[in-house]
């Protein structure tokens, strides 16, 4: 009772704007129901009152989840970096953090960000989706107090590092929970009456069959994995098949925001609407071998982990390759054209998320082993896909109620994390070549000679990066409390 006070407190608290501005009207859902597309040709949104309110609470909820990942993020930089990880002698707290920061910055923001999308197509069923908001809370708000409450014991498995603990595995399945009963109602409602000339639409549509798949292999895998596994094998096992599958999530609304922006610039990608669509649902069309994986492979065999990862390299990656180099032409072609000083923030979201996502890329195709070239590669490709969200999170904030995005720190905000993240990303790959192990901090690296100087780099483009982080932050919620008037 007293958690669903709370949510409903807050989801008051969030949306109160619609109620104030004169900019954003109360509309009826009946009003929308027949809208064709999710946005026009510039990026404007058509979505009713309803959906954007709750839209507006999941983006709150995103930003809460960034900021608690950015203060774990500061401890871990602390631990890796020169001078500072003697304050870390051990292990153990350097895990911890990183366990919630990983879980914070990736699994959480990018799937409630999902929710925000979700949330603003289809005609929405406000109890079952408030139900959903109010599981998706809770699981992120106790995925962060956990270590304060007693939960340790860190497993460092690969996409879902967890603290083998109950408090903290309850909290992940809430949250869980609710992005997944967010997701089947997006499905429900928008795969009747499909348009294939709103990829924005289609594209969500897939982002939701990717998460719904997720889950059903979560199931099938701890259902069917041998009990006698525990410890890290066991969240291994139980999250490599669910993990790999997700990043198809991740890249696609990736990709989603990518056209989206592209618009909201004025400079749509040189292909139309309806071949967009294609293209996004050739990017989930390899997840048709899920099924047959699990009926053919037991979850603790060395062939499920060979061909989940084969899956990954050769399926997620044709789309995101073509539809870069789409973006990058339209870039190319309207490069003189000047941009708006109140599109800035978001056209340099766009280009930085561009670029890490390339980077992290190029860099996958030279991993050997388990050094830190490996974090190099994917912390490239999720900052890519972090930047696009945060550019979308600027291009939607004025649309659901919030004050526009703007000023110096708006449009420097994308720069500072971007480049700070290259540092970071550019110290990790010249470590790993240099032999430095993944997942160590304090005495465990051995530093010394060249690869001290390499890791001191990478703890100057951490903080970097946790400055853009913080000034990410600050903006969002300065546009929040400023609302449109």
Same mark, same amino acid.
């Given at each position: 009772? /007293? ?86 002698? $051990? ?42 908001? +109010? ?24 996409? /879902?590092?967890? *603290?083998?603990?109950?408090?903290? *595995?309850? +909290? ?33 549509? $897939? ?80 997840? *048709? ?19 989940? $990862?084969?899956?990954?390299? =050769? ?38 998320? *561009? ?23 994917? =912390? ?70 060249? $690869?001290? +100087? ?32």
């Amino acid at each position: 009772m /007293v958690m669903g006070f709370t949510t409903k407190f807050w989801y008051a608290r969030c949306t109160s704007g619609y109620r104030e501005t004169g900019r954003v009207k109360e509309r009826g859902d009946s009003e929308m129901t027949q809208r064709k597309t999710l946005a026009d040709a510039s990026g404007r949104l058509n979505a009713t009152a309803d959906q954007r309110r709750l839209a507006s609470a999941w983006l709150v909820l995103g930003t809460i989840a960034l900021a608690l990942a950015g203060i774990f993020a500061i401890l871990l930089v602390v631990a890796r970096a020169p001078g500072t990880q003697a304050l870390f002698p $051990t292990q153990g707290f350097f895990r911890i953090a990183l366990v919630v920061h990983v879980d914070q910055s990736v699994l959480i923001w990018f799937l409630v960000f999902s929710g925000v999308l979700w949330s603003l197509t289809g005609r929405v069923s406000l109890l079952a989706s408030r139900l959903a908001f +109010a599981l998706a809370v809770a699981g992120c708000l106790l995925v962060a107090a956990a270590p304060f409450l007693g939960a340790g014991d860190p497993r460092l498995n690969n996409y /879902v590092p967890v *603290l083998d603990h109950s408090l903290f *595995l309850v +909290a992940l399945g809430l949250f869980g929970l609710g992005v997944l009963v967010q997701a089947a109602l997006h499905t429900a409602h928008s795969a009747i009456g499909l348009n294939f000339r709103d990829p924005l639409t289609i594209g969500l549509l $897939t982002v939701a069959v990717a998460v719904a798949l997720a889950g059903l292999s979560l199931y099938w895998t701890s259902t069917n994995l041998a009990p006698a596994w525990e410890g890290k094998a066991y969240y291994e096992y139980l999250f490599w098949g669910p993990g790999h599958i997700l990043q198809f999530a991740y890249t696609q609304i990736m990709l989603v925001a990518w056209i989206w922006l592209a618009r909201a610039t004025g400079r749509p990608l040189p292909l139309p609407d309806l071949w967009l669509s294609v293209l996004l649902v050739l990017g989930i069309l390899p997840l *048709l071998m899920v099924p047959v994986l699990h009926g053919s492979y037991a979850p603790d065999s060395a062939e499920l982990r060979i061909a989940y $990862t084969k899956l990954m390299q =050769h399926g997620n990656a044709p789309v995101p390759i073509l539809i870069g180099l789409l973006l990058t032409v339209s870039l190319v072609r309207n490069r003189r054209r000047p941009v708006a000083s109140e599109q800035r923030p978001i056209h340099n979201a766009l280009i930085a998320s *561009l670029v890490l996502f390339a980077v992290g890329g190029l860099i996958g195709f030279s991993i050997v082993g388990g050094n830190t070239v490996v974090p190099a590669h994917y =912390h490239g490709s999720i900052v890519g896909v972090t930047l696009a969200l945060m550019g979308l999170t600027y291009h939607l904030l004025p649309q659901l109620g919030h004050g526009r995005v703007e000023g110096r720190i708006a449009r420097w905000q994308a720069l500072v994390y971007g480049s700070g993240q290259l540092l970071h990303i550019a110290g990790l790959a010249a470590s790993g070549f240099l032999g430095i192990q993944r997942k160590t901090a304090g005495a465990a690296q051995e530093l010394g000679g060249s $690869t001290k +100087a390499f890791m001191g780099v990478m703890g100057l483009g951490g903080l970097l990066a946790i400055v853009g982080g913080i000034l990410f932050v600050w903006v969002v919620l300065r546009a929040i409390g400023r609302r449109m008037v």
